[in-house]
């Protein structure tokens, strides 16, 4: 199929990107990568009078250290940040979930902006902005707002943004621990996620001294698990330890079933994965 007509518009700026929006009155759409707008407009279930194409917008593409923080534009490319020698070092967790993120055809086209901003529940940069408590820098007619991640995703496929706003950037605070993991399971490899778990922790001899859980795949929206980091920051690290993480992060949530997988079998790979995620974070030498 072919998209309904609309107008097209190209701005260089940010402020000329917001006025194109504010001016559609609720019918403009902004274009990023296009990887899930374009389907969505070729199959006529999004049907903008106007597009307003970002791709023109050079400072809304970058990745800077700034103090103990890593900020993102919003146009920054999937393939850009996978290859970021500074998020391999400072993001480990988002580094590593990057291969996992479609194929690499889409990732050269694909944004962070427009991946969080479709809000897809088993999409891996929604699920990282939660686990790296990342604040969202949102900008519309009135100026610049910030916003928190988990304030962000508000069900499946939906966020908390005005049809006016547009997301600029993201800043993630840089985390001090010793290990992490990212683990995931999809039909084939380049998949939507049908389960996946994020951890990182910090150790102090023979505890868990701070943590970080997110899952992704299994609910609505992504789901940072503060109630098992906090149950994990008492209990002391042996053999068990593992299994012990893996019944606190089933007993916490209750997966989806959908026509990809069932609940029963979605709640198994959680459980493995919490599994092997905390067998790998604990491995790890820090
Ligand atoms: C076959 C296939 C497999 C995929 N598999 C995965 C996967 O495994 N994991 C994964 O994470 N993703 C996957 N994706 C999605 C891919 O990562 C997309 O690139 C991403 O979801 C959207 O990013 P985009 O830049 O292409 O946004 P676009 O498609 O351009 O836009 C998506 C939505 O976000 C809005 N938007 C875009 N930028 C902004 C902004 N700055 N501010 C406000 N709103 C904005 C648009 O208006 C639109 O509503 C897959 C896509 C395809 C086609």
């Not at 291969?99 to 991946?115: E, M, P």
């Not at 939660?130 to 916003?147: C, I, K």
């Not at 683990?183 to 001294?209: H, N």
Request: with cysteine.
């Amino acid at each position: 199929m072919k998209p309904a007509k609309f107008d097209y518009i190209a701005p260089t700026t940010v402020d000329a990107a917001i006025e194109a929006l504010s001016t559609a009155n609720g019918e403009g759409k902004v274009l990023a990568g296009g990887q899930s707008l374009l389907p969505l407009l070729n199959f006529r279930m999004a049907r903008p009078a106007v597009l307003v194409d970002l791709n023109g917008i050079k400072e809304l593409s970058f990745i800077k250290l700034r103090g103990d923080r890593i900020a993102i534009g919003a146009l920054t490319r999937h393939r850009e940040i996978e290859q970021s020698p500074l998020i391999a070092s400072k993001l480990p967790v988002m580094a590593a979930a990057m291969r996992h993120v479609a194929h690499l055809a889409i990732r050269n086209r694909g944004t962070i902006g427009g991946s969080v901003s479709h809000a897809d529940p088993a999409a891996e940069l929604p699920m990282l902005s939660l686990f790296y408590d990342a604040t969202l820098s949102v900008q519309g007619p009135s100026g610049r707002r910030s916003v928190a991640a988990e304030d962000f995703f508000v069900d499946a496929l939906t966020n908390c943004l005005e049809p006016d706003e547009i997301v600029v950037e993201l800043e993630f605070p840089v985390l001090q621990h010793s290990g992490w993991a990212f683990e995931e399971v999809a039909r084939r490899f380049g998949d939507f996620a049908l389960a996946s778990v994020a951890v990182s922790v910090r150790r102090k001899s023979s505890t868990i001294d701070d943590a970080r859980v997110a899952v992704m795949g299994v609910a609505d929206t992504p789901l940072r698990l503060r109630q098992v980091e906090g149950k994990l920051t008492s209990i002391a690290i042996d053999g068990q330890t593992p299994d012990r993480f893996a019944e606190l992060v089933t007993s916490c949530v209750s997966a989806n079933g959908d026509l990809h997988a069932s609940a029963e079998y979605r709640q198994h790979l959680l459980g493995q994965l919490a599994k092997r995620a905390m067998q790998a974070s604990l491995a790890a030498k820090g």
